[in-house]
């Protein structure tokens, strides 16, 4: 998670010159629309598998669901915001 978040950084703090603003929102913004789908699938999957009584491993993907809205919280408020 905190390579992941490094990574985040790395993309956001890049300077103008080797990477334009607005390919950077862009970028973050595929990405945070892939972490939502997967947030959204995975809680799918835990009410699947809370239904059909595998409480054990519901509870992981539960845990994975509750980590992958996190991130998808991280990735809606940017480290770095353009003054310009």
């Given at each position: 998670?905190?390579?992941?978040?490094?990574?985040i950084k790395t993309i956001?703090?890049?300077?103008?010159?080797?990477?334009?603003?607005?390919a950077k929102?862009?970028?973050m913004g595929c990405l945070l629309i892939v972490v939502l789908a997967v947030s959204i699938?995975?809680?799918f999957l835990a009410i699947g598998l809370f239904?059909?009584?595998n409480?054990?491993?519901?509870?992981?993907v539960l845990l994975f669901f509750a980590l992958s809205t996190l991130t998808a919280a991280v990735l809606l408020?940017?480290?770095?915001i353009d003054s310009l």
């Open positions: 998670m905190a390579d992941f978040r490094e990574k956001s703090s890049t300077k103008g010159s080797s990477a334009p603003e607005t929102r862009l970028g699938l995975t809680f239904l059909s009584g409480w054990i491993l519901a509870l992981v408020f940017p480290q770095k």
